[in-house]
T-cell receptor, first 115, second 111 residues
Framework: GAVVSQHPSRVICKSGTSVKIECRSL??????MFWYRQFPKQSLMLMAT?????????EQGVEKDKFLINHASLTLSTLTVTSAHPEDSSFYIC???????????FGPGTRLLVL | SQQGEEDPQALSIQEGENATMNCSYK?????LQWYRQNSGRGLVHLIL?????REKHSGRLRVTLDTSKKSSSLLITASRAADTASYFC???????????FGSGTQLTVLP
């Protein structure tokens, strides 16, 4: 099977600090990764599409300067929440797609709490 | 933006009963996928059905797709307490391989 990991699984930070979340495809190369945000009891909302070696594509309403995405290799994408505020507290989930694949493989998620 | 709506929002059944969840979407699709999410965890891919397919089976799962009605259903037969989770449909459209998720159904299977 295809395994995707995320690190950290939980993070608590103070308002104004930056937090980096890593998403790794462990046993396959992922040319495309996706970042989602999920609020309690709600569905997943796509934040951005991360393509290896190029700039991420952000969904409408998602600030690219606040949510920095770097897809530096075929197995790693990072999401940095800059100057985090309490309203950024959420569950962040990444997924990875094989080249020409249709199925997205999801990481276990990162719960962010900003105090 | 969310494309799909799922119903029911919540479903509670007894172990051994069948559970049916429905998903509706708005635009034409390439495929529709069903995912399961246990509380506070990531998503697990269950099944993918392409736009030219009408029905697909995988173990205790049966998925149907009606593109004329822009709807899909997921049937879980002989449910188990371990099936308790949230179930989401997600659609892929056009050349993009992004998924648009439905609102989800929270299934509770009582032992």
């Amino acid at each position: 099977g295809a395994v995707v990991s995320q690190h950290p699984s939980r993070v608590i930070c103070k308002s104004g600090t930056s937090v980096k979340i890593e998403c790794r495809s462990l046993d396959f190369q992922a040319t495309t990764m996706f970042w989602y945000r999920q609020f309690p009891k709600q569905s997943l909302m796509l934040m951005a599409t991360s393509n290896e070696g190029s700039k991420a594509t952000y969904e409408q309403g998602v600030e690219k300067d606040k949510f920095l995405i770097n897809h530096a290799s075929l197995t790693l994408s990072t999401l940095t929440v800059t100057s985090a505020h309490p309203e950024d507290s959420s569950f962040y989930i990444c997924s990875a797609l094989r080249d020409k694949g249709e199925t997205q493989y999801f990481g276990p998620g990162t719960r962010l709490l900003v105090l | 933006s969310q494309q799909g709506e799922e119903d029911p929002q919540a479903l509670s059944i007894q172990e051994g009963e069948n559970a049916t969840m429905n998903c509706s979407y708005k635009t034409s699709i390439n495929n529709l996928q069903w995912y399961r999410q246990n509380s506070g965890r990531g998503l697990v891919h269950l099944i993918l059905i392409r736009s030219n397919e009408r029905e697909k089976h995988s173990g205790r799962l049966r998925v149907t797709l009606d593109t004329s009605k822009k709807s899909s259903s997921l049937l879980i037969t002989a449910s188990r307490a371990a099936d308790t989770a949230s179930y989401f449909c997600a659609t892929a459209s056009g050349s993009a391989r992004q998924l648009t998720f439905g609102s989800g159904t929270q299934l509770t299977v009582l032992p």
